[in-house]
T-cell receptor, first 110, second 111 residues
Framework: SQTIHQWPATLVQPVGSPLSLECTVEGTSNPNLYWYRQAAGRGLQLLFYSVGIGQISSEVPQNLSASRPQDRQFILSSKKLLLSDSGFYLC?????????FGEGSRLTVL | QQQVKQSPQSLIVQKGGISIINCAYENTAFDYFPWYQQFPGKGPALLIAIRPDVSEKKEGRFTISFNKSAKQFSLHIMDSQPGDSATYFCAATGYGQNFVFGPGTRLSVLP
């Protein structure tokens, strides 16, 4: 069966520090992968999606970036975090038309 | 045209009652309408979904009603339980399109 892993689960970072969140999918090949952000008590904001290795589409311009170095690996990065980057980051993958989410990574920027 | 509207923003229901959450869309190219359930600190989980070729889908206590002409769909939770307390998101998508999510409804079921 397919599974999705995200790490770290919780992260506290100072303003201006770098960020790296990782997502790995198992049990499938060539999935569509997504990064969403959820601010406290808010809805789901699509940040990036990828249909294949090295192929990244950005939905919201900001100081975040995404990379897909391997078929089942999706990384969310930042060179310098802002206070407004705090939130709950969710990786998701799409299979046969359905979207499945990971457990999320909670980022607090201080 | 890509927006999905969802109401109410929050909902309080007594145990055993019926919870109803409504969504509306504009893009007629959407052909898949899922509902997600999210508990605090967890990722959203697919709850139930419907395609526009049927007007209703039921899975246990959860039912989706779909009105294609009105471009509306709703989630009904029968015999609501405290364990159903969560945030619910409706969504819509179509061929070659990303999922578009509603803003969410926070449901509280009182014991």
């Amino acid at each position: 069966s397919q599974t999705i892993h995200q790490w770290p689960a919780t992260l506290v970072q100072p303003v201006g520090s770098p960020l790296s969140l990782e997502c790995t999918v198992e049990g499938t090949s060539n999935p569509n992968l997504y990064w969403y952000r959820q601010a406290a008590g808010r809805g789901l904001q699509l940040l990036f999606y990828s249909v294949g290795i090295g192929q990244i589409s950005s939905e919201v311009p900001q100081n975040l970036s995404a990379s897909r170095p391997q078929d089942r690996q999706f990384i969310l990065s930042s060179k310098k975090l802002l206070l407004s980057d705090s939130g709950f980051y969710l990786c998701a993958w799409k299979d046969t038309g359905e979207l499945f989410f990971g457990e999320g990574s909670r980022l607090t920027v201080l | 045209q890509q927006q999905v509207k969802q109401s109410p923003q929050s909902l309080i229901v007594q145990k055993g009652g019926i919870s109803i959450i409504n969504c509306a869309y504009e893009n007629t190219a959407f052909d898949y309408f899922p509902w997600y359930q999210q508990f605090p600190g967890k990722g959203p989980a697919l709850l139930i979904a419907i395609r526009p070729d049927v007007s209703e889908k039921k899975e246990g206590r959860f039912t989706i009603s779909f009105n294609k002409s009105a471009k509306q769909f709703s989630l009904h939770i029968m015999d609501s339980q405290p364990g159903d307390s969560a945030t619910y998101f409706c969504a819509a998508t179509g061929y070659g399109q990303n999922f578009v999510f509603g803003p969410g409804t926070r449901l509280s079921v009182l014991p």
